[in-house]
Every structure is written in C-alpha cells, then in structure tokens.
C-alpha cells in the first residue's frame, strides 16, 4: 500500500479520534442541553466504530506490514495525541465508556500502549477514584451509612478501569515507564482500600470484579518487585502504606477461606487430627477472644443450585464412589451438585489462584516493613494445602478411571435406578452428564492442583522469612500445623494432582521437600532455646 494511502487512512482515523474525544454519560440528565446529548450519542457511535477497527486489526497477523506502519503512523500523529489526552481525561469526567476504547488502543500496538502512558491516564484514574474514596467516606460516615455500609456497591467503572489498568501493565513498556505506571496504580489501589475489601469479603457477590481485582493487585506487585531497589519503589505506598496492608490483610482472609472450602463443606473428607489439634490449642490459648470451631459458614452458603444436576466431585474423601455420587445428586434432596455450582467451583479455584499469586508476589515488600507480626496463618494455610491437594489428587483419580475405564460409570448407573436402561434419551442425557463431569473436573482439578503448589511455596517463604528471627511461640504454631499437613498429603513424595505435567509435578515435590527441611531447622533451633 503507498505511503499516501496509509496517511490518509491515519488522518482519516484521527478525525474520528477527535470526534470520540466528546463525553458520552449514562444517563441523559448529566448532558447540560439536548445538543451536548447528540454529540455524546455520535461520540459514542464513534467508538463503536474505532473499537471495531481496532480489534479487526488486532485479530490480523502480528508480522503484518501494512498494520505496523499504519499503527506506527497513526500513534506519532500530534492530532491522535492530543485526543488520546482529551479521552484520558473523560476518566475523571464519569464517562462510562471511554475505558473500553482506551484498552482497545493498548491492545492494538505498543506505540498506542506509550501513548496512553505518557498522556497522563493514570493521573485521571487516580483522580477520579480518590473523589469516590472522598465521597464514600462521607456517605459512611453519616447515618445513611450506619446500615448501609454492607450493601454499599462498587462503582460501576471500576470493571473498566480495572480492565484498562490490566492491559496497561501487561503491555511491553519501557521500565520507566512500567514503574511508574505501577507506583501510580498501588495509589490508586490506596484509594480504593475499603471498597477492595468490601468486595473481597462479599464473595461470591460479584466474581467476575473480584477476579479482575486481585489480577490488577498481582500485576501491580509484579510490576514493582522487577523494579525493586529504586527510589520511587523503596518511597512507593507498597512498603509502609497501612490502607494496603489492609487490602493485603482481605486477601489473605479470602485466600484462608476459598482453599478451606473448595467444594461445599458436607462433600470434604476430614483433616488431619494433628492439625485439628494445634488449632484447638491455639484456640483455648486466648484469654478474652471467644471462639467456635463447630458452627461453620462459608460462601458456598450463597451459591444458588442452578443448570442440570451432575455428580457429586470427588474430593478426597472415602464415599465419593461412582454409585455413591451419582445416588447422592439423584435422590438426596438438598444435597445436589449442579453445573452451576461447578461452575462457582471453577471459578473460586481461579479466583485463589490469582489470590495467591498476590500473595507471593508481596513477599518482598513484607520483608521490608518490620512488621514481623504480618505473617500468613500456618494452620489456615495447611487446612487449604490439605483440602485442594486432597481434591485434586481424588479428581485425578476420578478421571484416570474414567479414561481407562469408561463403561464402568455407564454399567453402574444402568443397573441402579437412576435412568430407564430402556430408554435411549435417558441413556443420551447420562452420556452427554459424563461428559460434562469430565469437562469440569479437569479444568477444577488443574487449577486446584496449581493452588495446593502455590500453598506450599507461600509456606515455604514464610518458613524463611520466620527463621530471620527467633520466636518460639510462632515457630511452634508454624511446625505444629504444617508437619501434619505435610505427612497426610505426602507431596514430598506424590506431588500434587491434576498438574498434567512431570516437570510441574517435580517442582511441588521440591518444594515440599525444601518446607520440611526448614521445618527441621526450626524444630533444631527450637530445641536450642
């Protein structure tokens, strides 16, 4: 294509870049006359047409000739970045809209990535989230917030400019431009502390903006540990910021609680005596704080049962046989499994896997903050090793059964009065339920399997961080919970399930094998005090 057609294209795309640039508002009462409403609806046709274009660019080959210069033309024209300015800037002016057209830019070159990060996007993300912040405050701080603290939602941009923020930091910036743009974002995370916590502690209220939340954090922390050691880091919110800690504090308890009950509680097998143990001594060790260890609620108590009824997972424990299962979903009212509760599964799974990865990726700072209290609960985080090592181990078994052994299921369920052997849709509907079983566990049992090694390696860098310094209450708190726990997974020896892979398997076995070996150093160094 000639030179002269490319700029004409580029100029043609900057005109509609320009008419983008005007606010488009959700709600028809924030225009101040019906001319500024027509222009908010042409702006936002524009948009659609400019996100159009770019995502058909997008879906073209990488090493296409023609995209790089027309994206390389259009991102150095002084008309896109003036309206690159003016769009970031409606972030700030309650735009609903303008983020997805924002990471559509990012998305398509690198060059609309540095664009958007030298026009001050950040700037207006962090302005507009500190006027939520302010007027949150006031809202809670008045008699409408008394009662209404709990129900009090996530602003409505937040996705997009959680979404934004993502693509920002997952786009090859320069290092410069990368820490700040993540120095920036741990602000912006400051401002939104209380809002990120409400939200954590509400799952599974909203596990799309959840999930999206914590993969912002982790890719924030990400960002700052490569750049670890420079001014702007060692000054940056992430070392000493209590609103963070905070927010960190809300990922641990979700993190706690989604590996604790990673199916419904009435499904999992029981934990091992010790680690039950040291928790009820723990427990009897407080003076003043009352405690109840048999009343237990969790947030499978909000998950509705909806979709076709499937099989009750395996989890670990010794009744999830096949007749068993499949009688459990069939007669037992009450106790059904559905694929909408695979579903929350799979997706509770990924939700502590991201958890996690901020978990590990915050290490660094924590080690800086002088605040050896700030620590991860040995006993939460070997109730969860136990429960997602457990599953994914009995899930992998499932489904080496049902690869090696496909009419085993089908034989059982004929000869039992779940379906009408006579009947071909029933035996249809059964197949097709097979499956779909297969589907979810694979995809639950992997990402479990992922879970339970992240546990051991969050462990395993508490267990050196604790050894920096001699505290022989904490020391006998982490031995006493994560030595049962190791015994009765054995991923010493067996890794953990579902990884599909030896080298991942190798590594989990590794690793468990370097935490008992720190747990034997404690043990030694305890003995010597």
Not at 66 to 73: A, D, I, N, P, T
Not at 386 to 414: G, V
Not at 465 to 480: K, L, T
């Amino acid at each position: 294509m000639p030179s002269r057609v490319l700029e004409i294209y580029a100029n043609a795309t900057s005109f509609l870049f320009n008419i983008s640039a005007t606010p488009v508002y959700a709600s028809q009462d924030q225009y101040s006359n019906a001319h500024d409403m027509q222009r908010g609806e042409i702006a936002l046709a524009t948009r659609s047409g400019l996100s159009s274009l770019f995502g058909h660019l997008n879906s073209l080959e990488t090493d296409d000739s023609m995209v790089e210069l027309f994206c390389s033309k259009l991102f150095t024209l002084e008309s896109v970045r003036k309206s690159a300015c003016r769009l970031s800037q409606l972030i700030a002016a309650d735009d609903n809209y303008v983020a997805d057209l924002l990471q559509q830019i990012v998305l398509l070159h690198t060059d609309g990535a540095r664009l958007l990060a030298k026009s001050g996007i950040t700037s207006e993300l962090l302005s507009f989230a500190h006027s939520y912040a302010t007027e949150e405050k006031k809202y809670l701080s008045s008699h409408m917030g008394v009662s209404g603290a709990a129900s009090l939602k996530s602003p409505p941009v937040l996705n997009g400019h959680l979404s934004l923020l993502n693509v920002l930091l997952s786009s090859p910036l320069q290092a410069s431009d990368r820490t700040a743009l993540s120095i920036d974002t741990m602000k912006i995370f400051k401002e939104y502390s209380c809002a990120g916590e409400r939200l954590l502690q509400s799952y599974p209220a909203d596990t799309e903006l959840t999930m999206k939340f914590l993969e912002t954090l982790y890719l924030t922390y990400s960002s700052l540990k490569k750049a670890a050691g420079s001014v702007l880091v060692d000054n940056s919110p992430a070392h000493v910021d209590e609103p963070l800690m905070k927010l960190e504090r809300s990922v641990l308890s979700i993190t706690y609680h989604l590996s604790a009950f990673p199916f419904p509680n009435d499904l999992l097998p029981p934990l091992p005596i010790g680690l039950i143990n040291v928790e009820k001594i723990h427990a009897s060790e407080m003076k003043t704080v009352v405690t109840s260890l048999t009343v237990v609620n969790t947030w499978w108590d909000n998950v509705p049962d909806s979709g076709a009824p499937l099989p009750t997972p395996p989890t670990g424990s010794s009744d999830a046989g096949v007749l068993h299962r499949y009688n459990t979903y069939n007669s037992r009212a009450g106790s059904t499994f559905s694929e909408g509760k695979y579903q929350h599964a799979v997706k509770s799974a990924k939700c502590l896997d991201v958890a996690l990865m901020v978990l590990l990726s915050r290490v660094a700072f924590v080690a800086k903050r002088n605040t050896g209290t700030f620590s991860v609960d040995a006993v939460a985080i070997a109730k969860g090793l136990c429960r997602c090592s457990d599953a994914s181990r009995a899930i992998e078994d499932r489904l080496a059964s049902m690869k090696s052994h496909p009419e085993e299921d089908i034989t059982t369920l004929l000869s039992s009065s779940i379906v009408n052997p006579n009947s071909q849709g029933d035996q249809r509907l059964l197949s097709q339920s097979l499956q779909l079983e297969k589907e979810y566990l694979v995809e639950v049992g992997s990402c479990l399997g992922q879970c339970a090694e992240k546990l051991i390696s969050l462990a395993l860098q508490d267990a050196r961080r604790m050894s920096e310094y001699e505290n022989d209450q904490e020391w006998a708190y982490f031995i006493g919970a994560m030595t049962p726990a190791l015994d009765h997974t054995q991923v010493e020896s067996k890794g953990v399930g579902c990884l599909f892979d030896d080298t991942n398997t190798e590594a989990s076995k590794l690793n468990a094998q370097a935490l008992r070996q720190e747990l034997e150093k404690m043990k030694a160094n305890f003995l010597r005090l």
